[in-house]
């Protein structure tokens, strides 16, 4: 199923929604059948709508070739603009366009205008073609500096897109042609400078054209252009939803939310938008450079994994070295400590020495004293077995009496 009707059905839950289809051609994404109060809207009439595509410039510059007899009816034919044309309808709550705005010739005042028809909290559903697989692919990519001159100036400031789309549009609009990016070189803009030059005096005259892509954008240049025209206050929209274009399609998707309050306070919107360029994928062109913006982007992982486990490596490391340092620090504290037991146990060693020489000397000392100690035994015991002792013995009483009185 296209992805048109895919993304505009998850945005309308309510099948009673009030719902106004712009340009629905032959492919509207609503049907009447299934939302009961859907409606389309054209600048021109149904029978208009099926003569201008029965042949024009833009068919003949883009070789997109449409069977009329499909062309939905037209309900409302926009007279002016949208705000005069609905000023008495009751407002919507969607506006859906698809592979509608790029062909309006001021966008600036589109956006501005079809507000004038949304409830307030209405939602705009955007469908857009990516210039980078579409015939637009060799033309230069359009800017709110575009935009914002076609506003000041008027149609006329669209002179060069018109040049641009009628010189280097290419008769190729195959999404898989541009994304394979087969033989590119074959289908480079082949169109006639005279035929864009004349289109362009012509518009110079006052003319206008009857069916041109003014404004070629890729998906991230439109966020961007969203976000100049938002700081710029010109913008009463706040961006809900954004999906880029993914691969072999060549359309993206965007849903605004009507808040006239916006431009009172730009920069909360601002960080909105700054948020989903942000994510939004970078630019590419084709599939083999998606498929070597996917390997970068695995060998950055991988990287990161790497860089990951070094780090944990470096602080497993660091780790491991604050604990030798620590065991150092122990060991150091282990050596002093014996050091300190060994001056002890030297000195201890000295002590017991001392003591061993003092303990001999007295040894020593003792076994002269125990001689003299024998030898004075020896001379008692002599004297007291003499003769003279025992004549002497009455005297030695008499003495000992004596002592005593």
Not at 90 to 96: A, I, M, P
Request: aromatic share 12%; net charge negative; hydrophobic share 40%.
């Amino acid at each position: 199923m296209d992805g048109r009707y895919i993304y505009a059905a998850s945005k309308v839950k309510n099948r009673n929604s009030r719902i106004l289809e712009i340009g629905p051609l032959n492919r509207p994404i609503f049907t009447k059948c299934q939302y009961a109060n859907c409606f389309y809207c054209d600048i021109r009439s149904t029978e208009a709508v099926k003569a201008l595509y029965t042949g024009n410039a833009y068919l003949d510059a883009t070789g997109i070739s449409i069977n009329i007899n499909t062309i939905v009816d037209i309900d409302f034919v926009l007279n002016g603009n949208y705000s005069e044309t609905f000023a008495n309808i009751e407002k919507f709550d969607y506006v859906v366009v698809s592979h509608v705005i790029e062909h309006v010739d001021d966008i600036l005042y589109f956006f501005n205008d079809i507000a004038s028809v949304l409830k307030p909290g209405g939602s705009l559903i955007i469908v857009y073609p990516d210039k980078r697989y579409c015939f637009d692919h060799y033309r230069q990519e359009a800017s709110f500096r575009d935009a914002f001159e076609v506003s000041q100036k008027g149609y006329k400031a669209n002179g060069r897109m018109v040049f641009d789309f009628l010189f280097n549009a290419i008769q190729e609009n195959s999404e898989p042609f541009f994304w394979q990016a087969y033989q590119m070189e074959n289908h480079m803009p082949v169109n006639s400078f005279e035929a864009a030059k004349a289109a362009y005096n012509r518009i110079m005259d006052g003319s206008h054209e009857d069916d041109v892509h003014y404004w070629p954008f890729s998906d991230i240049g439109f966020l961007k252009f969203l976000y100049d025209c938002t700081r710029a206050g010109l913008l009463k929209f706040t961006c809900t939803d954004f999906v880029p274009t993914a691969e072999n399609t060549q359309q993206f998707f965007v849903t605004l939310r009507y808040d006239e309050t916006v431009p009172e306070n730009i920069e909360k919107e601002l960080v909105n938008l700054r948020s989903m360029v942000a994510k939004a994928p970078i630019e590419y062109r084709n599939s083999g450079q998606l498929r070597i913006e996917e390997q970068n982007n695995l060998f950055l992982q991988e990287r990161e994994a790497l860089q990951s486990q070094a780090m944990a490596a470096i602080n497993q490391s660091e780790k491991l070295l604050r604990q030798v340092d620590e065991l150092q620090t122990m060991i150091e504290s282990k050596n002093q400590q014996y050091i300190e037991l060994q001056s002890r146990l030297l000195t201890v060693e000295e002590y017991s020495h001392q003591l061993e020489l003092d303990l001999s000397m007295q040894r020593e000392r003792a076994e002269t004293n125990a001689k003299i100690v024998d030898e004075l035994k020896a001379q008692i015991a002599m004297i007291l077995t003499s003769s003279s002792w025992k004549i002497t013995a009455p005297a030695r009483r008499l003495v000992d009496i004596i002592r005593k009185r």
